[in-house]
């Protein structure tokens, strides 16, 4: 059985994080467990109009044309 991770036993690495662990519990739980990635073609151009301005900063790529 996969061991769960205790925080107030186990040495908890933040040394990645900007900023410290909350110091209450957390109230939200996140997994990746039956995630499902889907990809749809789309013409570039069509894209570009539906994103908002905000992210134009990103940079949309393009795979296989």
């Known amino acids: 059985m996969e ?3 205790n925080l ?3 040495k908890w690495d933040d040394t990645h994080r900007l900023w410290p662990l909350p ?6 739980k996140q997994t990746w467990n ?3 990635f ?14 908002p301005e905000e992210l134009h900063w990103t940079r ?5 044309g």
């Open 23 to 28: 110091p209450k519990p957390w109230k939200m």
């Open 38 to 51: 889907t990809h749809f073609p789309i013409k570039l151009e069509v894209l570009r109009s539906i994103v």
């Open 8 to 10: 107030k036993n186990d």
């Open 3 to 5: 061991k769960r991770l």
């Open 34 to 36: 039956d995630l499902l």
């Open 60 to 64: 949309l790529t393009e795979w296989d």
